[in-house]
């Protein structure tokens, strides 16, 4: 087990290792409530000072923080040495720290400091504090390294100063803030050593001229010293005016309009940027072993995840075969692996408002360890990602009617083969092991987070469970049970 490392950085709270006894119980309370906290539904039995960095002259103390539980981190088994790797999961927290709290802040109260460096005093979310949110871009916009942070920049890039931030205020696996309607910079919130690939492919694909995807404009790391580095927040241009696809497709569901122009187009675009990863990342063959340990991680989440979730259960055996049609299948079937987006969905595209669909968040999926994130994968990994997500919409709208979603599926599948992609009626095997892992996925997802969603992901499990092998694209779904 690691033990705490604190790091010397600019700040003198960052020498002082009894940080914690200020923190520890305002974090035991807030830290679990938050939506991006990874380890709901297991207690934090304690906290581990990885790395802190007084950003001055604000009062913002940046930290990483690792909640250790029981049942080690959400994750999975993390690497040997590695300080921000432990028992438990890596947070990045920025907290404002005040005698007293301005009323406008009120509700970004974490709490009162009782013992400690800060005892007596007001330690708040910074995100939500202007001043805090304003600080960050002026680092972001001079390169350098304030102690273990260090700020970049992509070439060229000119971010003007003084651009007025909000918080945005989605429930996001993230946090998000919004400069002046100019760039957005988002703080991912449980970090881990590596390269993020929501830095990476972006990049990837700026380099390759892809406009599909906002590049980023400069960027955040932690350098500790040990381990790889790890990525904490993007800034990349704001699209204004853009509306996110699963917001455009609910209100076009509630219209009764059709959207299936859009889903085609929604087709088209994963193409391109497939077609743009595939060009700027190597592409490697998929053999039988690597199918067989395609099928066995599948196999093997699903077991993971009816241990959790009981009312998966007696779908096992029947969802178990989906993943076995893997292994069986010839070469010519499965096709090559690529960097793909890993956890594409209705509300990772945007709208522009020209019209243009861009794709955002290659984060892939959070819950993943990093290493599966960044691996290379079939294309139809996103496709399934996709018609699950018309799925989603048409369940959760009671007007839906019950060919939407099939006439989006088709649609989406019929644009993304137009411009260039797999025919995903071709590989339809595979296209059904990916949705079935998908709903797997989301079964896990709305139970830590949504537990009323649930009715969502089971009624695409019992489809899928049901369903016979063959033709898995074009289905009709199910009504969303209503909770
Ligand atoms: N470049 C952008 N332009 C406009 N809005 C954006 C942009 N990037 C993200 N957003 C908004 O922020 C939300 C959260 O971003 P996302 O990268 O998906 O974060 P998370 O990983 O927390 O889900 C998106 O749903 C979208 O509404
Ligand atoms: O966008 P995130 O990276 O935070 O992705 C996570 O949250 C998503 C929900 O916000 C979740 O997506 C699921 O719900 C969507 C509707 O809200 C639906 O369109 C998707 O198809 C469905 O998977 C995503 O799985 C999760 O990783």
């Known amino acids: 087990m690691s033990e705490a490392v604190i790091r010397p950085a600019a700040g003198y709270e960052s020498a002082r290792p009894d940080l914690l006894a200020s923190l520890d119980p305002l974090l035991r309370a807030w830290l679990p409530r938050q939506r991006w906290?990874?380890?709901?539904?297991?207690?934090?039995?304690?906290?581990?000072?990885?790395?802190?960095?007084?950003?001055?002259?604000?009062?913002?103390?940046?930290?990483?923080?690792?909640?250790?539980?029981?049942?080690?981190?959400?994750?999975?088994v993390p690497a040997q040495g590695d300080p921000a790797a432990g028992p438990g999961d890596c947070y990045q927290l920025l907290l404002g720290v005040r005698p007293t709290l301005p009323p406008q802040l009120a509700p970004a109260l974490i709490g009162h400091a009782e013992h400690g460096p800060l005892a007596g005093s007001a330690v708040y979310?910074?995100?939500?504090?202007?001043?805090?949110?304003?600080?960050?871009?002026?680092?972001?916009?001079?390169?350098?390294?304030?102690?273990?942070?260090?700020?970049?920049?992509?070439p060229g890039a000119e971010i003007p100063g003084g651009l007025t931030p909000r918080m945005l205020g989605a429930e996001q696996s993230n946090s998000s803030l919004v400069y002046g309607d100019r760039y957005i910079l988002k703080l991912i919130r449980r970090v881990v050593p590596g390269l993020n690939p929501d830095l990476e492919l972006p990049l990837l694909l700026a380099r390759e001229g892809c406009t599909r995807v906002p590049a980023p404009a400069a960027w955040c790391t932690a350098e500790l010293d040990s381990g790889e580095p790890l990525t904490l927040g993007v800034l990349q241009p704001f699209l204004a005016g853009a509306e996110d696809g699963w917001e455009l497709a609910l209100r076009t569901l509630a219209k009764g309009d059709d959207f299936t122009a859009e889903a085609y187009a929604l087709g088209e675009a994963t193409a391109e940027v497939h077609a743009a990863l595939a060009a700027a990342a190597p592409q490697v063959s998929l053999g039988p072993p690597q199918r067989e340990v395609i099928a066995d991680e599948m196999v093997q989440r699903l077991r993971d995840t009816a241990q959790d979730v009981p009312m998966l259960r007696p779908y096992v055996p029947a969802l178990t075969d989906?993943?076995?049609?893997?292994?069986?299948?010839?070469?010519?079937?499965?096709?090559?692996?690529?960097?793909?987006?890993?956890?594409?969905?209705?509300?990772?595209?945007?709208?522009?408002?020209?019209?243009?669909?861009?794709?955002?968040?290659?984060e892939g999926e959070p819950a993943r360890p990093l290493s599966e994130r960044r691996r290379e994968q079939p294309a139809m990994r996103d496709v399934a990602?996709?018609?699950?997500?018309?799925?989603?919409?048409?369940?959760?709208?009671?007007?839906?009617?019950?060919?939407?979603?099939?006439?989006?599926?088709?649609?989406?599948?019929?644009?993304?083969?137009?411009?260039?992609?797999?025919?995903?009626?071709?590989?339809?095997?595979?296209?059904?092991?990916?949705?079935?892992?998908?709903?797997?996925?989301?079964v896990l997802y709305e139970a830590r987070h949504r537990p009323d969603w649930l009715p969502v992901p089971m009624a695409a499990i019992r489809r899928l469970s049901a369903a016979a092998p063959g033709n898995p694209v074009v289905r009709t779904p199910p009504r969303r049970p209503r909770p």
Do not use: N
């Open 37 to 76: 906290f990874a380890g709901k539904g297991r207690p934090v039995t304690g906290f581990t000072l990885v790395a802190a960095t007084a950003l001055r002259p604000s009062g913002l103390l940046h930290l990483l923080v690792r909640a250790e539980q029981a049942g080690g981190p959400a994750q999975g």
């Open 125 to 154: 979310e910074g995100v939500h504090d202007p001043r805090a949110a304003a600080l960050l871009l002026e680092r972001l916009r001079i390169p350098g390294r304030i102690g273990v942070l260090r700020f970049e920049q992509a």
């Open 322 to 362: 989906a993943f076995e049609e893997l292994r069986q299948l010839p070469d010519a079937d499965i096709g090559f692996a690529q960097r793909v987006h890993g956890d594409l969905h209705l509300g990772q595209c945007l709208r522009a408002p020209d019209g243009t669909w861009q794709i955002i968040d290659f």
């Open 385 to 442: 990602g996709m018609l699950r997500s018309f799925d989603y919409a048409a369940c959760s709208v009671p007007e839906a009617g019950l060919g939407w979603a099939a006439a989006c599926r088709e649609a989406y599948c019929a644009g993304y083969a137009a411009a260039g992609g797999a025919d995903p009626a071709a590989h339809a095997v595979l296209v059904r092991a990916y949705e079935t892992d998908k709903a797997v996925y989301e």
